[in-house]
């Protein structure tokens, strides 16, 4: 997947949130030998050491594996969201980190710019590779951009067939920003009984997951799914063999609500400091 900096990320990811301790590590590992060479973490799922000790324990050169991590609602003030990145960068035990995002808006501290400035330097000095933002609103994304001129490289936002973002899609079109997908499957939330996922599953002789994986993948969203179960993160990335036609994407698609996001995660009103 190409990125509007030059660099590129693996068209699926693997989510590490709730993944922590010995137990963690293990999990990423599993993933990490499984093929996953995106691991997505934060700040507050409290785990970059896990992530930079199981990129470790894995053997795997360092430019083959991609990590992300995010700056908490608490160091948006330019400087500290600088030093956040640093204190990430320490905790993962690299020197630059491929992927840094803004993990909320929280619009009513209204220092999101300060955080977007502060990832420009981080990218400028070479400490993070891609800059991007997470759960922004198109006014968000328009409002870093006329301030900065600096268009993030990704948004990384709720999206799964309840929720399929078709407003803000076309809008990271429009600006050259890619897509990556939280809670892809919708812990819980998808119907993954529905025709409109079990028919091209029978079709294809795939699971029902990997049918809602592969929509994520033709829409041209990154899929960010987490499993600690190395049966299941071999399946949940064996999704490129088959193709959606475009009347099956479209049937997945049109399972969304406009009540559909997992929980009250409006990024307008949504705060996580």
């Known amino acids: 997947m190409s990125l509007n900096d030059g660099n590129t990320l693996p068209v699926i990811g693997f989510g590490t949130g709730s993944l922590r301790g010995d137990d963690g590590i293990a999990a990423m590992v599993s993933a990490l030998e499984t093929g996953y060479r995106l691991l997505d973490s934060a700040v507050n799922y409290q785990n970059e050491h896990e992530v930079g000790e199981a990129l470790r324990r894995s053997g795997l050169p360092r430019e083959q594996v991609q990590v992300t991590t995010k700056i908490p609602g608490r160091f948006h003030e330019e400087e500290l969201a600088l030093q956040s990145v640093r204190d990430s960068a320490e905790r993962l035990g690299l020197e630059q980190i491929d992927l840094v995002l803004i993990h909320w808006p929280n619009p009513s501290q209204g220092r999101y710019v300060e955080a977007w400035r502060a990832l420009v330097r981080a990218q400028r000095d070479g400490l993070v590779r891609s800059i991007g933002v997470s759960n922004f609103t198109e006014q968000h994304l328009r409002r870093v951009i006329d301030e900065t001129g600096v268009v993030p490289a990704v948004n990384q936002v709720e999206l799964h067939p309840l929720f399929p973002q078709q407003q ?27 025709p409109a996922i079990t028919q091209p599953a029978e079709a294809h002789g795939v699971t029902p997951t990997q049918v809602v994986l592969r929509w994520h993948t033709q829409l041209g969203a990154v899929p960010l799914p987490k499993s600690a179960n190395p049966a299941r993160q071999r399946q949940n990335i064996d999704v490129l063999g088959f193709t959606l036609t475009d009347e099956q994407v479209a049937a997945i698609t049109a399972m969304g609500r406009s009540d559909g996001r997992r929980f009250d995660g409006d990024p307008d009103v949504h705060e996580e400091m």
Do not use: A, N, Q
């Open 168 to 194: 803000l899609r076309p809008v990271h079109e429009e600006l050259g920003i890619v897509t990556e997908s939280w809670s892809p499957l919708g812990k819980g939330t998808v119907p993954l009984d529905s």
